[in-house]
């Protein structure tokens, strides 16, 4: 049951309105749809109208008002089928019965805390109602809800309120209209007893926008930060990209379960609480952030996925990468470009890097897949993002906006693809974008190389560039692609050197367009060997492999006038370092000083900011090691030769980071602005290296931050620090923290669940055994899961990958159970073991030897079965 992208094809029939009336109560909800429907054109007479559903029962079955007869009509679980329609418009009217509270798959309509809410994308609306649940189909949508007053005085759906009022017997109803044709993945409702806060925004036009967000009770005070970052991206829209918003209410809805972070549903937004709700005394730094970010890109969803949606679902990273772009972009306006810039590269290599290089490659635009929730991914978003991100640097800020322009004017009210999207900005700018579209279709991270030579006599600078992407699964060939090289010569003394001629390759300005496997460009003019500064602003989503030396990179380091090259280049010598090590050639001690002086600048610089130091004080983690190794990894290795080259690199440096600490402190009361943020940042990246370094009463001091902390920020860290590290304090810390903390909020022990699955240290397994052997441990609740399973397979290296298995079991047990309880958690989980084919023999082998238990374990889903086939395959 592949579906491929090549026979998509529209449907013979068109839902154009759709008017549900919900009828809720505590034993079920009763949904009764009447569909306005219609035939295509060319649609033929007898064509069958077959309609998406899942788990559904049908009640009863009517068209025009007319009951079928049992041998008009076919309906099952899965769909229902009207074997002869008639061919002309007509209303279908179905009724079917939902039992939301028993959902714990978190698709279609399920409750929450008590509050009913819905999830419908990709394909949950076919759990609500018998529908063409197919983002092409967009229909005029029109819901009556009703509902006992006492447990849901709060009704809502998409669109304006119309009417509103007394149902009798203790009932009461609200309806909503959307004036805007969507499809029915944007569909939502929420029914509860809930709490909100409510603002407003005026638009650029004028019009006054009513604005709320909803949560349980007592949580009012927690969503302000969310409110702010919602003004703020309706304002930025509107200066960046000139988007009003276009309905005259906004709602947000928080909800404890959640299958992931957030949802785009028109006019009313539904989100995984731990998105919406902050306070300095139970989310962090990184909470407020990923507040920010993603009310943000919801918001934004509302032109780019809303307004303007996907033909088909292979389409996705049309709404999403591009959405990803523009949140990274008001983030960036927001707060600090190049710390922003930086954290992102991170988290591409961290996420998206592993996936690109391992069984589950797969294209930004898939061709083919067999469940589309597993392509939710950071291929994707992030990789998508990365894609939009290179259009606008080959194009120019300028370029890149009268491009969107042509789009929204063109595409508003469509259901559109990624060629439509390239064509807008082909013919904006009057380029030809056709080599450029392999970004989308092709899998794997290119390998970009790099040499270069000088010759002083003629003054000629010549830099080699080749390109080279391994096969991916499905893709044995691979084509060039359009790599845009952002780049400065650097000359002896720190500034940037200018040529009078280039030949050999396209060069503009200070962009290098490699678009064939080889390039070999000659820059004349030059008066002096330069220092190469390559892929500034990481302005292409590629490996690249240098052949600097240390001295080189460290004198990138000082001098770039490129941030992220500057943070780069101390990386690199990190990571250069301790690959040799890992494979047996150890560094020598001028190297490690020359990187400790390095440090020490960097820290003691007067123009970098915190939040910059914080980033680059850190060797990369042990997963971009194990990944730039690429083949036969211990992960034991790996952790013990990076936790003895932190030491050596940072102890010398002991004194420096204590003062620096201590420098840092502050009595100011908390505030999440990028400066303060920084400020913290760096702080507990100080006592981090303090710590893994062994600096004399390190431990202490880390206990003492835990224990003096005044806020999550910087207790977690503390917490962190000592867990990791595993100080004599750890374990008294995590069960104060467990017992302070934890115990009477969810979103806390969803912190102390990651910590306690991070620990490198043997007994995390048996301990995370016993954590979900507690009766009252929710495992209906993903951020609980995550927390715990994905944390451990994702960031726990030397556990996951234990040479006696006992951590590949512990995933695959868990997966199997969770699977009967939510599938698209479960797949999710499961993707954990993507590292398995770069891992040694004894673990390569301890890997598959639980895939292939997992495949013998009874019925899997469609969703971890998919998974695991790919995973399989490599
Ligand atoms: N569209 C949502 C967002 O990007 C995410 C929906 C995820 N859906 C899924 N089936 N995984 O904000
Ligand atoms: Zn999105």
Redesign the pocket.
């Known amino acids: 049951d592949t579906i491929y992208l090549k026979d998509y094809a529209a449907s013979p029939y068109r839902i154009v309105s759709a008017d549900l009336d919900f009828r809720i109560t505590e034993a079920d909800t009763r949904v009764r749809a009447l569909l306005t429907i219609e035939p295509r054109e060319d649609t033929a007479a007898g064509t069958p109208l077959v309609l998406d559903g899942n788990e559904l029962t049908l009640g009863s079955i009517a068209i025009d008002g007319a009951p079928l007869v049992l041998s008009a009509y076919g309906a099952d679980a899965s769909g229902l089928t009207v074997f002869e329609p008639p061919l002309r418009r007509f209303v279908l009217e179905t009724e079917v019965t939902l039992k939301p509270e028993g959902n714990t798959r978190l698709m279609g309509l399920y409750r929450s805390g008590g509050t009913w809410c819905t999830q419908c ?2 394909e949950g609306f076919r759990r609500i109602t018998y529908y063409l649940d197919r983002p092409d189909n967009l229909a005029l949508f029109k819901v009556r809800i009703t509902a006992p007053l006492n447990v849901a005085p709060v009704l809502l759906s998409n669109g304006n309120l119309i009417d509103q009022g007394d149902a009798g017997e203790g009932m009461h109803f609200a309806v909503w209209e959307d004036p805007f044709p969507k499809p029915s993945y944007l569909f939502a409702l929420v029914a509860g007893d809930l709490g909100s806060i409510t603002d407003s925004f005026t638009t650029a036009s004028g019009r006054k926008v009513a604005l709320a967000i909803y949560c349980s009770h007592g949580k009012e005070d927690q969503c302000l930060w969310a409110m702010d970052s919602l003004k703020r991206s309706m304002a930025w829209d509107e200066r960046r990209f000139g988007r009003e918003y276009d309905l005259d209410i906004f709602n947000i809805v928080a909800v404890s379960d959640f ?6 549903n028109k006019g009313l937004n539904i989100f995984n609480d731990k998105l919406v709700f902050a306070q300095p005394e139970s989310a962090t730094d990184a909470d407020y952030d990923g507040i920010e970010r993603v009310i943000a ?2 918001y934004f ?1 509302n032109w780019t996925g809303n307004r303007i949606t996907c033909r088909d679902w292979f389409q996705l990273c049309l709404k ?1 990468g591009l959405t990803v772009y523009r949140d990274q972009e008001f983030t960036s306006d927001e707060r600090s470009r190049p710390v922003k810039r930086i954290s992102d590269v991170v988290g591409l290599r961290s996420g998206q890097f592993p996936e690109d290089g391992g069984p589950l490659a797969h294209p930004a635009r898939p061709d083919q897949y067999s469940e589309i ?1 597993n392509f ?1 991914t950071a291929t994707v978003y992030e990789k998508g993002a990365e894609i939009v991100r290179m259009l606008a640097t080959l194009l120019g800020e300028a370029g890149f906006r009268k491009g969107m322009d042509l789009y929204f004017e063109r595409h508003d009210g469509q259901a559109t693809t990624i060629e439509a999207f390239l064509a807008v900005f082909a013919e904006a700018n009057d380029v030809d974008l056709e080599q450029f579209k392999t970004w989308y279709l092709q899998a794997g991270t290119p390998r970009l190389s790099v040499s270069d030579s000088y010759d002083g006599a003629s003054q000629t600078y010549t830099l080699k560039l080749g390109q080279q992407t391994q096969p991916t699964p499905g893709q044995p060939t691979k084509q060039a692609l359009v790599l845009p090289i952002k780049f400065g010569l650097i000359g002896p003394n720190g500034s940037e050197m200018s040529w009078t001629g280039v030949s050999g390759g396209t060069v503009r300005d200070d962009m290098i367009v490699l678009d064939t496997a080889e390039a070999e460009i000659r820059f004349t003019g030059v008066p002096n060997k330069p220092v190469p500064s390559l892929l500034r602003g990481f302005s292409a989503p590629v490996n690249m492999d240098t052949t600097l030396s240390q001295a080189d990179q460290l004198f990138l380091a000082q001098h770039d006038s490129d941030p992220f090259n500057r943070w780069q280049a101390l990386q690199d010598v990190g990571m250069a370092l301790a690959v040799a090590a890992i494979g047996g050639t150890p560094w020598s001690q001028q190297a490690v000083t020359a990187l400790s002086q390095a440090m020490a600048e960097t820290l003691a610089s007067e123009t970098l900011d915190d939040a910059f130091k914080a980033l680059a004080l850190n060797l990369p983690a042990e997963a971009q090691i194990s990944r730039t190794i690429g083949k036969d990894i211990d992960p034991d290795r790996v952790h013990m030769v990076r936790a003895a080259l932190l030491k050596a690199v940072f102890t010398p440096l002991a004194l420096q980071l204590l003062q620096t600490y201590r420098k840092l402190s502050s009595d100011a009361p908390y505030a999440p602005d990028a400066a303060s943020t920084g400020r913290r940042a760096l702080r507990n990246r100080l006592l981090g290296l303090l710590v893994s370094s062994d600096a004399a009463g390190a431990a202490d001091l880390a206990a003492q931050q835990y224990a003096g902390a005044r806020n999550m920020t910087d207790r977690l860290a503390a917490l962190s620090v000592s867990a990791l590290a595993w100080t004599p304090d750890a374990e008294a810390l995590l069960a104060h923290f467990h017992t302070n903390f934890a115990a009477t909020n969810p979103l806390v022990l969803d912190k102390w669940l990651a910590v306690t699955a991070s620990v490198p240290q043997d007994m995390v397994i048996d301990r995370m055994r016993a954590v979900l052997a507690d009766p009252n441990f929710p495992k209906t609740n993903p951020n609980r899961l995550r927390s715990l399973v994905g944390v451990f397979s994702m960031a726990n290296p030397t556990q996951f990958a234990r040479a006696d298995g006992a951590g590949f079991r512990f995933v695959a047990e868990t997966v199997v159970e969770i699977d009967s309880i939510n599938p ?1 958690v479960a797949a999710r989980l499961l993707t954990g073991f993507r590292v398995w084919p770069m891992l040694e023999e004894e673990r390569r082998a301890a890997a598959k030897t639980a895939l292939l238990w997992l495949e013998t374990s009874g019925s899997l889903s469609r969703n971890t079965a998919d998974i695991l086939t790919r995973m399989l395959a490599s």
């Open positions: 994308e990709a299958n992931f972070g957030a949802m785009e890109h919801e969803h999403e929730n939710y698209q």
